[in-house]
Every structure is written in structure tokens, then in C-alpha cells.
């Protein structure tokens, strides 16, 4: 079971520069809109964040058989980016897991 990452919940990853990485923390903001974990609603692959390194970061992996507007959720442990590195999702909901 793999927590579903939801609207509010948070990925860290690595902004890569020509001066070198920087981590970044990026805060989900934008997720299916008919299905709710705990009032908020499930992050989904295509689901937008705010990196703390100035971009804006898009889920790119989640769940192959759990989907919300057809779309795979984003668990735990997924993987997103932004424009210069990847990120992976860090919190989720306890009591909504995938398998
Ligand atoms: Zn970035």
C-alpha cells in the first residue's frame, strides 16, 4: 500500500544549475477535482505543484491501475519534475493507500 499524494501534500527533489544542485520542496496545487482524500482532493499524473526553486513542477508518475478523471494518481514515491530536475513525493494521505 502506497499513500496517494493529495493537493496541500509536498515532494523534494533537485534543481540542477550550471552552478550546481539546489533542493527544492514543491507543495501540490492542483489535483483531480470529483475525487477527495480526506476532503482534499488526489493529486493525479499531469497534477501541478510550486517548487520552492521558482518553477512549477507536473506529476509524471502514479498509480497504473487506480485513476480519477482517467488520469493514474500520484502516490508516495512517485516521481514528478520540474523544468530542471526531478522530484519524488514525499507525504500523502495515511488512510488512502493503492496497491
Ligand atoms: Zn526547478
Same mark, same amino acid.
Given at each position: 500500500m502506497s499513500a496517494i499524494s493529495r493537493v496541500s501534500d509536498i515532494g523534494i527533489g533537485i534543481h540542477y544549475t550550471p552552478d550546481g544542485p539546489i533542493p527544492y520542496v514543491t507543495t501540490f496545487?492542483?489535483?483531480? @477535482?470529483r475525487v477527495g482524500a480526506e476532503d482534499l482532493n488526489m493529486m493525479i499524473v499531469t497534477g501541478i505543484g510550486i517548487g520552492s526553486c521558482g518553477d512549477s513542477t507536473t506529476a509524471? @508518475?502514479?498509480?497504473?491501475?487506480i485513476g480519477s478523471n482517467n488520469k493514474n494518481v500520484h502516490r508516495v514515491g512517485d516521481m514528478g519534475t520540474c523544468p530542471s530536475g526531478k522530484y519524488v513525493s514525499l507525504t500523502g494521505s495515511p488512510k488512502i493507500g493503492s496497491k
Open positions: 496545487i492542483d489535483g483531480a @477535482q509524471t @508518475q502514479g498509480a497504473p491501475k
